[in-house]
């Protein structure tokens, strides 16, 4: 039987912004203590941006989300997860048909719930539309008219968009694509 909570700790009602995150955080670390938390480094604008480890097992997991500023939902399923895996786990109870205490020994999960908390304040909301990063956004986003600003907006607060700074070799894959026979759009 899959395991969801209705009733969880994560707020899933509301724009989910830095300090929303942050404050989940806090309360699942205090509720948890098996979870450990750390920092992978700090944003443009000097948040803090945490990880969390949860487990203890040799197979080593890491996920990760909003990457992408407007795709702020990413960082609550997230969440939402770690807070059911957490109280699966503390009441000796299954996850997605899975005992969690063996899965808590068998693996090690990083999360880093939010990868671009100064794109996501921007996006619900909770950056000042006065503040000099927003008028810095709001400039960069000029040049992109038919992107809604700032719901539309994926990048960071620099408009450095994340998602394409992994040389993922994209190119060339495509390439061996059409090599096998697919066909080219007008896009392509």
């Given at each position: 039987m899959n395991y969801?909570?209705?009733?969880?700790?994560?707020?899933?009602?509301?724009?989910?912004?830095?300090?929303v995150f942050i404050k989940d955080l806090h309360q699942l670390t205090n509720l948890y203590p098996f979870i450990s938390v750390g920092s992978i480094g700090k944003s443009i604008m000097g948040k803090d941006i945490p990880f969390i480890k949860i487990g203890n097992g040799s197979n080593e997991v890491f996920y990760s989300?909003?990457?992408?500023?407007?795709?702020?939902?990413?960082?609550?399923?997230?969440?939402?997860?770690?807070?059911?895996?957490?109280?699966?786990?503390?009441?000796n109870l299954t996850i997605f048909g899975y005992p969690a205490r063996w899965l808590f020994?068998?693996?090690t999960i990083y999360i880093v719930s939010m990868v671009n908390p100064d794109g996501v304040d921007l996006v619900t909301g909770a950056l000042p539309t006065n503040s000099p990063s927003y008028?810095?956004?709001?400039?960069?986003?000029?040049?992109?008219?038919?992107?809604?600003?700032?719901?539309?907006?994926?990048?960071n607060i620099r408009g450095v968009d994340l998602n394409l700074q992994f040389p993922a070799g994209w190119q060339q894959a495509r390439e061996i694509k059409y090599s096998q026979g697919f066909t080219r759009s007008s896009s392509s």
């Open positions: 969801f909570r209705q009733d969880s700790i994560i707020s899933t009602n509301v724009n989910y912004s830095y300090n989300a909003s990457y992408h500023a407007n795709e702020w939902i990413t960082s609550i399923i997230l969440m939402k997860f770690l807070a059911d895996y957490c109280y699966c786990y503390s009441n020994n068998v693996s008028t810095q956004a709001s400039k960069i986003a000029y040049s992109f008219a038919t992107i809604p600003f700032p719901n539309g907006w994926k990048a």
